[in-house]
T-cell receptor, first 116, second 118 residues
Framework: NAGVMQNPRHLVRRRGQEARLRCSPMKGHSHVYWYRQLPEEGLKFMVYLQKENIIDESGMPKERFSAEFPKEGPSILRIQQVVRGDSAAYFC??????????????FGPGTRLTVT | KQEVTQIPAALSVPEGENLVLNCSFTDSAIYNLQWFRQDPGKGLTSLLLIQSSQREQTSGRLNASLDKSSGRSTLYIAASQPGDSATYLCAVWSGAVDLGGGADGLTFGKGTHLIIQP
């Protein structure tokens, strides 16, 4: 059973371009979470999605950021008109629909976004 | 709002020592607590998960304890090795909002940067 997969692992964008980050959850997992780790900062929750639904986007910046988890295919975190402050590591995690009272989240390797 | 604090922020010890990393959280209404390891430029490796009903978990040389009522957890590393050098992160989950919990995502501390000297 492959783990959580993220691609690309590294992404370089110029200011004003769009960044698309992909996350494929573990097989059988229907819950996806996105986190951001800014340089010298802790990981911060951004958004929680289930298939075709955004459940909680309380940690998402109000502008330029969006996320989706379609019925088929990976979850996408999209950043429009990137700025230097968006440079960070973006991690995706997944968890199964039911896991007793564990609800353990399994993390992917992350995408490191650099905005030049 | 849940806040997680990890002490110390950095620690450097000689190989072979036993050591303790501390984690505290402000809201005791949690479902579980996880300890992760992060190597430079890498992702997160889950070390131990403790359910709210549990007091401790052990894996090899690692032992994590949880005192939910006081909002504290410790990660004990026995007989430290240079390969243990990494940043150790503590994270709590307060339960999914649609299940009546406080937050869908994990709340992380800023980590303890550990160096084990050969």
């Amino acid at each position: 059973n492959a783990g959580v997969m993220q691609n690309p692992r590294h992404l370089v964008r110029r200011r004003g371009q769009e960044a698309r980050l992909r996350c494929s959850p573990m097989k059988g997992h229907s819950h996806v979470y996105w986190y951001r780790q800014l340089p010298e900062e802790g990981l911060k929750f951004m958004v929680y999605l289930q298939k075709e639904n955004i459940i909680d986007e309380s940690g998402m910046p109000k502008e330029r950021f969006s996320a989706e988890f379609p019925k088929e295919g990976p979850s996408i975190l999209r950043i429009q008109q990137v700025v230097r402050g968006d440079s960070a590591a973006y991690f995706c995690a997944s968890s199964p629909l039911t896991s007793g009272d564990s609800y353990e989240q399994y993390f992917g390797p992350g995408t490191r976004l650099t905005v030049t | 709002k849940q806040e997680v604090t990890q002490i110390p922020a950095a620690l450097s010890v000689p190989e072979g020592e036993n050591l303790v990393l501390n984690c505290s959280f402000t809201d005791s209404a949690i479902y579980n607590l996880q300890w992760f390891r992060q190597d430079p430029g890498k992702g997160l490796t889950s070390l131990l998960l403790i359910q709210s009903s549990q007091r401790e978990q052990t894996s090899g040389r690692l032992n994590a304890s949880l005192d939910k009522s006081s909002g504290r957890s410790t990660l004990y590393i026995a007989a430290s090795q240079p390969g243990d050098s990494a940043t150790y992160l503590c994270a709590v989950w307060s339960g999914a909002v649609d299940l009546g919990g406080g937050a869908d995502g994990l709340t992380f501390g800023k980590g303890t940067h550990l160096i084990i000297q050969p």
